[in-house]
T-cell receptor
Framework: GNSVTQMEGPVTLSEEAFLTINCTYT??????LFWYVQYPGEGLQLLLK?????DKGSNKGFEATYRKETTSFHLEKGSVQVSDSAVYFC?????????????FGEGTQLTVNP | DTAVSQTPKYLVTQMGNDKSIKCEQN?????MYWYKQDSKKFLKIMFS???????INETVPNRFSPKSPDKAHLNLHINSLELGDSAVYFC?????????????FGNGTRLTVT
């Protein structure tokens, strides 16, 4: 079946540090890939997405590139801010008999200290 | 304007009771979902409806019954609540069932069963 594996957290960084959160996936066919972010006490929000190989999704300084050869979609940001503290979820959407379904990774808690 | 709204935000109840969570979206989306997030932040899909038709029904106890009176509403009724039902329940919607159609989440309902 389809699955998503994220690097284990929690991740703690200082402000302006470089961020990488690893994500690899297993899927049949050609999934779409997403990163969602969950701020404390809120629901998930779409951060970025990529729908085909070599696509790069970007938003708010975050980037991720759809790498089919390594089945990866790592999230990066060059300089994190305290306001980036949240839980980050990698997800894939792949076709199943009943239509597409979003499968989430386990989530990675990021804390950015001033 | 809130796009996906859930009520109540918090729900504390005793074992054996029956409770409902309501969800409404004003985005004009065709597809709605219920997800359960456990204490470790892991997200698992429970149900999905497309234009009021049930399309995804995961392995969920039949004490959980979704109801979609129209495509803008998807309610969740839970009978005979158990301690293990304690979690945060998220409603979500998407434009359609396409692979690249992102989900829009509500802010969650934190259910505590005592």
């Amino acid at each position: 079946g389809n699955s998503v594996t994220q690097m284990e957290g929690p991740v703690t960084l200082s402000e302006e540090a470089f961020l990488t959160i690893n994500c690899t996936y297993t899927a049949t066919g050609y999934p779409s890939l997403f990163w969602y972010v969950q701020y404390p006490g809120e629901g998930l929000q779409l951060l970025l997405k990529a729908t085909k190989a070599d696509d790069k999704g970007s938003n708010k300084g975050f980037e991720a590139t759809y790498r089919k050869e390594t089945t990866s979609f790592h999230l990066e940001k060059g300089s994190v801010q305290v306001s980036d503290s949240a839980v980050y979820f990698c997800a894939l959407s792949a076709k199943e008999t009943s239509g597409s379904r979003l499968t989430f990774g386990e989530g990675t808690q990021l804390t950015v200290n001033p | 304007d809130t796009a996906v709204s859930q009520t109540p935000k918090y729900l504390v109840t005793q074992m054996g009771n029956d409770k409902s969570i309501k969800c409404e979206q004003n985005l004009g989306h065709d597809t709605m979902y219920w997800y359960k997030q456990d204490s470790k932040k892991f997200l698992k899909i429970m149900f999905s409806y497309n234009n009021k038709e049930l399309i995804i029904n995961e392995t969920v106890p039949n004490r959980f019954s979704p109801k979609s009176p129209d495509k803008a509403h998807l309610n969740l009724h839970i009978n005979s609540l158990e301690l293990g039902d304690s979690a945060v329940y998220f409603c979500a919607s998407s434009y359609d069932r396409a692979l690249d159609s992102p989900l829009h989440f509500g802010n969650g309902t934190r259910l505590t069963v005592t």
